[in-house]
């Protein structure tokens, strides 16, 4: 169903996949969007259990996609360093496909709780859920169940790895 990589040599495991998955904070989500135009947005996320969790406000473009059409792709840039002199870039980025879900009620706290985690480790248990309950009657949680990872990195990070 999805499409082996033309240039196997520079693919990235799985596992390093899920590493850049876990590292990264942001990507861009791509959806089937109004009139079949392809809706990309960037986002937060967080990466946990096989799925990539999001927050959004209860209605938008988003949203609406997603229920529409519940296919997806969401796409990462963990590495893009510009080296001008050879017209390229030393990149690693990794691309999820699957279905998106709307979480319930019920899947929300524990969701939006590892996503503040990841992006503010440090902060007390008190002050968090503090600070969840505030925003928790206009949040919504959807998450992308990952059916298959790619990954990639440049030329030139492969070869400097296999001469490691």
């Known amino acids: 169903m ?3 990589m033309r ?6 495991s799985h596992a390093e996949c899920e590493e850049i998955l876990k590292k990264a ?5 791509a959806v089937s969007g109004d009139d079949d135009y392809p809706y990309a947005v ?7 259990g096989g ?4 927050h959004c406000a209860k209605e938008g473009h988003k949203l609406d996609a997603i229920k529409r059409n519940p296919k997806a792709s969401f796409c990462v ?3 893009d360093d510009v080296v001008p002199e050879k017209y ?3 990149f690693r980025s990794v691309i999820a496909f699957g ?5 319930g009620e019920d899947e929300i706290l524990p969701a939006i709780t590892l996503l503040a985690k990841k992006y503010y480790p440090s902060d007390s248990e008190e002050n968090r859920s503090a600070e969840i309950e505030k925003e928790m009657s206009a949040l919504c949680m959807f998450e992308l169940n990952v059916e298959h990872l790619s990954g990639k990195e440049g030329i030139e990070l492969t070869k400097k790895r296999e001469n490691a």
């Not at 240039?7 to 990235?12: F, I, P, T, V």
């Not at 904070?25 to 989500?29: A, E, F, K, R």
């Open 2 to 4: 999805f499409r082996k």
């Open 7 to 12: 240039r196997s040599r520079q693919e990235l």
């Open 25 to 29: 904070t942001s990507g861009v989500l």
């Open 42 to 48: 960037p986002l937060s996320y967080v990466y946990h």
């Open 51 to 54: 799925k990539i969790l999001f």
């Open 77 to 79: 840039i963990y590495k």
């Open 88 to 90: 390229t870039t030393y």
């Open 99 to 103: 279905k998106t879900r709307v979480l």
